[in-house]
């Protein structure tokens, strides 16, 4: 499966913006998805994370009422809406992916080691 980001660019702070990650290679609802980021000289962090049907999601405390995961599994593709944006945002965005029953445990689906697939990133900048 391939996964590839975009959508990222400059926004001003409290501005909003809309990642895609278009799956391909395979069906995209057979996976788990999730949204990583990594902000300069940082590790990448958990962002958010959609169950396969859309139905279950989770968010980082950073993110919790500011962002929303979703997915269209009939346009193969996993979304997140960015609203209120903070300079502490801007980072690389990944999305990523796997298929392994495990997952179903809201807990591990935060671990980035647990995903076998990824796109390319797409970066967002939140300046003032």
């Known amino acids: 499966v391939q996964l590839q980001a975009s959508g990222g660019g400059v926004v001003q702070i409290g501005g909003s913006l809309r990642l895609s990650c278009a799956v391909s290679?395979?069906?995209?609802?057979?996976?788990?998805m999730a949204w990583f980021r990594q902000a300069p000289g940082k590790e990448r962090t958990f962002v958010a994370t959609?169950?396969?049907?859309?139905?279950?999601?989770s968010y980082a405390d950073s993110v919790k009422g500011r962002f929303t995961i979703s997915r269209d599994n009939a346009k193969n593709t996993l979304y997140l809406q960015m609203n209120s944006l903070k300079p502490e945002d801007t980072a690389v965005y990944y999305c990523?992916?796997?298929?392994?029953?495990?997952?179903?445990?809201?807990?591990?689906?935060?671990?980035?080691?647990?995903?076998?697939?990824w796109g390319q990133g797409t970066l967002v900048t939140v300046s003032s």
């Open positions: 290679g395979s069906t995209a609802s057979a996976y788990f």
């Open positions: 990523a992916a796997d298929s392994r029953d495990a997952l179903n445990d809201y807990l591990l689906r935060t671990f980035s080691y647990f995903y076998d697939y």
């Open positions: 959609i169950g396969v049907s859309g139905a279950a999601t």
